[in-house]
């Protein structure tokens, strides 16, 4: 019998793992420099919570299970609906604005394909508690911060700013019913991803006049607020939606992070619940995947239990950012070369008691240390030293000496087991 | 509608967060100065797996699923199958041994109770492709590093040592037939945790007579080596595990650990896969579960379909470990207190372009950074940055200058903001 892992999960060997680690500690140190909490929840939920969040639809797309009570669960597809979840719970006793992160394993049963995987990780920044565009800039900011961390530059990534609520006011207003907005979003969502042809077809399909098509994809192309205010000319209801993008474009400047970002308003993002500006990070040639997405959803807490708060956030995956990074050539070399401070090596097989005992001393003081486990030539054991990346070798010798060796530099030097233990 | 996390699993809000991240992260600490390379598997297995390592009666104890194909998948219980068919998979391009540790999710669908969850997470360490005892006693050294790291001293937990081959030599010996061991084990894993008479009551159910149980007895209550040798004498077939026995205890000992091990022959794991030494650690009291559990497991991955493999390896949950330790007043206080390195304020509002301006430099210099998003009055801000655990608030005032005060020392100082930044 030959085992396999599930098609469109994945094996993490010790080198994956470095690699899925760096990522990991990457997204945890960004968060917590900028003031973000970590917290997480239960790999699965009742599937009810799913289902209240995105609809009955949603559940093909799960992993769903039962527990022995009968009762239907589904693994987490993504984090939201756990942490607002959460976040009702203890809603009257959590200071806010509440900054969480989390970087949840997510399970998605989809056709895999390429940045596409069944199982993957999420990096999630949320603010909750704060209706002020500031909160929005934080989390701009934030993804910014992460992409400078990873070594991506400001021509080789992109943030694309839209606001789903401007964009709303603007389908009111060339009469797009308040019924027909859902379905025309999504439609919205993927022209920048279709061609022309095939974006035509797709309005049409949700009702939208040539006429609408052309004014819409006018107002989509504004390169600036300030054509956007033309465009929004004597409609005074989307005032606070150009407010809002005007103050945190001039935020995200203040902040040093604005060559980083641009307005697009072809960005609407395909969910239902955002309500206010929403982005996506993408390659600068936006030859793939989006990289990041998320905005401000202000309603959902309230359709899950809970109060009305302001919330915003966004959510990244490994999989197509480790694609990005690897494309890019900022994928680091080496990962995990010189994790081993020391590899103890012995001169004569009759030493070997020595190696033991200088080996846990070197643990005991926190260091890393390793040895072969069979008895073997100097010279052997050196060459296993060299290949777990070892920094350093210690060859036990007769009489309490050692020799200590720069696995790096190849200098050596001599000196007792004492000396040696002093310098760890 | 309120919603709820399924029963016998933890939400981890960022208290709860920082206890798990303290103690993931001793978990990783502690194998990487021991040589171990992390790796990790999906989530989710093929149900065969499961049921080839552990018979078809596990997958009542799984959380199951299907794909869209409708194959059997389950969530992993446990790490060792996924780990075996992993090694598997690439065991003729793997340096031997091979060191790995992972720190999985794991899920089991049992009720829930003190100290038993149905989801939590699994410290494991493994040594494979190394028949020498050697790989044991590295092994239960590492364990004992983790205690010690946690502050777990050798008057409060012991790892107690049994060997299952030395155990199933000696029921053979008695006249337990080889078809009868597998059936015989698992009772007496439950000896140190039954009364005598339900003991007794089991051991008859098993089918052994008085007389058996009362010899079964006087050997698992062997004190040392000695009485042991004394016990199998005669019985030459025992001859290797005695030995590997007594080496153990050698290394422990050279390794300075030996005051946290002890022989104990009741130990005998309760899993059939097991084949050499086999040890628990239990609190000294023995008040709680076994806190880690291990054993050498030479025939597994032939059984997952390789070659057969010398294997040894533990198993470390984090429930029963945080029991513990709270229990013995080892968990930290303050935990993510001074996470913050500075907490910034304006003096005026006027000035808050500048507050965020400057949270942003210190961010861009890789150091925490975090701010009021509500315009406040100075010691408002103060009440803040304090509330937060920030090491250091600084209030912007008029002019370009700082107020830099150390929160835990009360001191401030005044400084220019070129002058602050280069100290940052």
Same mark, same amino acid.
Request: hydrophobic share 45%.
């Given at each position: 019998?030959?085992?396999?892992?599930?098609? *469109?999960?994945?094996?993490?060997?010790?080198?994956?793992?470095?690699?899925?680690?760096?990522?990991?500690?990457?997204?945890?140190?960004?968060?917590?420099?900028?003031?973000?909490?970590?917290?997480?929840?239960?790999?699965?939920?009742?599937?009810?919570?799913?289902?209240?969040?995105?609809?009955?639809?949603?559940?093909?797309?799960?992993?769903?299970? #039962?527990?022995?009570?009968?009762?239907?669960?589904?693994?987490?597809? %993504?984090?939201?609906?756990?942490?607002?979840?959460?976040?009702?719970?203890?809603?009257?006793?959590?200071?806010?604005?509440?900054?969480?992160?989390?970087?949840?394993?997510?399970?998605?049963?989809?056709?895999?394909?390429? *940045?596409?995987?069944?199982?993957?990780?999420?990096?999630? &920044?949320?603010?909750?508690?704060?209706?002020?565009?500031?909160?929005?800039?934080?989390?701009?900011?934030?993804?910014?911060?992460?992409?400078?961390?990873?070594?991506?530059?400001?021509?080789?990534?992109?943030?694309?700013?839209?606001?789903?609520?401007?964009? /709303?006011?603007?389908?009111?207003?060339?009469?797009?019913?308040?019924?027909?907005?859902?379905?025309?979003?999504?439609?919205?969502?993927?022209?920048?991803?279709?061609?022309?042809?095939?974006?035509?077809?797709?309005?049409?399909?949700?009702?939208?006049?040539?006429?609408?098509?052309?004014?819409?994809?006018?107002?989509?192309?504004?390169?600036? &607020?300030?054509?956007?205010?033309?465009?929004?000319?004597?409609?005074?209801?989307?005032?606070?939606?150009?407010?809002?993008?005007?103050?945190?474009?001039?935020?995200?400047?203040?902040?040093?992070?604005?060559?980083?970002?641009? !307005?697009?308003?072809? &960005? /609407? @993002?395909?969910?239902?619940?955002? #309500?206010?500006?929403?982005?996506?990070?993408?390659?600068?040639?936006?030859?793939?995947?989006?990289?990041?997405?998320?905005?401000?959803?202000?309603?959902?807490?309230?359709?899950?239990?809970?109060?009305?708060?302001?919330?915003?956030?966004?959510?990244?995956?490994?999989?197509?950012?480790?694609?990005?990074?690897? %494309?890019?050539?900022?994928?680091?070399?080496?990962?995990?070369?010189?994790? !081993?401070?020391?590899?103890?090596?012995?001169?004569?097989?009759?030493?070997?008691?020595?190696?033991?005992?200088?080996?846990?001393?070197? @643990?005991?003081?926190?260091?890393?240390?390793?040895?072969?486990?069979?008895?073997?030539?100097? *010279?052997?054991? !050196?060459? #296993?030293?060299?290949?777990?990346?070892?920094?350093?070798?210690?060859?036990?010798?007769?009489? *309490?000496?050692?020799?200590?060796?720069?696995?790096?530099?190849?200098?050596?030097?001599?000196?007792?087991?004492?000396?040696?233990?002093?310098?760890?």
């Amino acid at each position: 019998m030959k085992f396999q892992a599930v098609k *469109g999960t994945r094996d993490f060997y010790p080198q994956e793992m470095r690699l899925r680690n760096w990522i990991m500690d990457a997204w945890r140190r960004v968060s917590l420099r900028n003031g973000f909490e970590e917290y997480d929840a239960p790999i699965f939920e009742y599937l009810d919570l799913f289902t209240a969040k995105s609809g009955p639809e949603i559940a093909e797309q799960l992993f769903s299970l #039962t527990d022995r009570g009968g009762r239907n669960l589904a693994i987490r597809p %993504e984090m939201t609906p756990a942490l607002a979840r959460m976040v009702n719970e203890k809603i009257n006793s959590l200071p806010r604005p509440i900054k969480w992160f989390s970087m949840p394993r997510v399970c998605r049963a989809e056709a895999p394909q390429k *940045g596409r995987l069944r199982e993957f990780f999420q990096w999630n &920044i949320d603010i909750i508690g704060e209706d002020n565009v500031i909160a929005d800039a934080e989390c701009i900011y934030v993804l910014v911060d992460l992409l400078r961390e990873l070594g991506l530059k400001a021509d080789e990534v992109k943030v694309r700013i839209g606001s789903r609520a401007l964009t /709303v006011a603007f389908l009111q207003g060339v009469g797009v019913g308040a019924d027909a907005v859902d379905s025309v979003l999504p439609v919205l969502d993927k022209r920048p991803k279709v061609s022309p042809e095939e974006f035509a077809r797709l309005a049409a399909a949700a009702g939208l006049s040539a006429e609408q098509v052309a004014r819409i994809a006018q107002f989509q192309d504004c390169p600036d &607020i300030g054509a956007l205010k033309a465009a929004m000319a004597g409609r005074d209801e989307a005032g606070k939606a150009i407010t809002d993008l005007e103050q945190l474009l001039t935020i995200l400047r203040t902040m040093g992070v604005a060559d980083y970002c641009r !307005l697009d308003m072809r &960005i /609407v @993002r395909g969910l239902a619940y955002y #309500t206010g500006i929403v982005y996506e990070v993408f390659d600068a040639g936006e030859s793939l995947r989006a990289v990041a997405g998320g905005g401000r959803y202000d309603n959902l807490l309230q359709v899950l239990g809970g109060p009305k708060v302001g919330a915003t956030g966004f959510g990244m995956g490994d999989v197509v950012l480790g694609i990005l990074l690897q %494309e890019k050539g900022k994928l680091p070399a080496n990962l995990g070369s010189g994790q !081993l401070d020391y590899f103890v090596a012995d001169d004569a097989p009759e030493l070997f008691e020595q190696v033991v005992s200088l080996v846990a001393a070197i @643990r005991a003081r926190g260091r890393s240390a390793d040895f072969s486990y069979k008895r073997q030539a100097v *010279g052997k054991q !050196l060459q #296993t030293a060299n290949r777990r990346g070892a920094k350093n070798a210690v060859i036990v010798k007769a009489g *309490g000496q050692v020799a200590l060796k720069d696995l790096s530099r190849g200098q050596q030097q001599e000196m007792s087991m004492e000396a040696f233990l002093k310098s760890v």
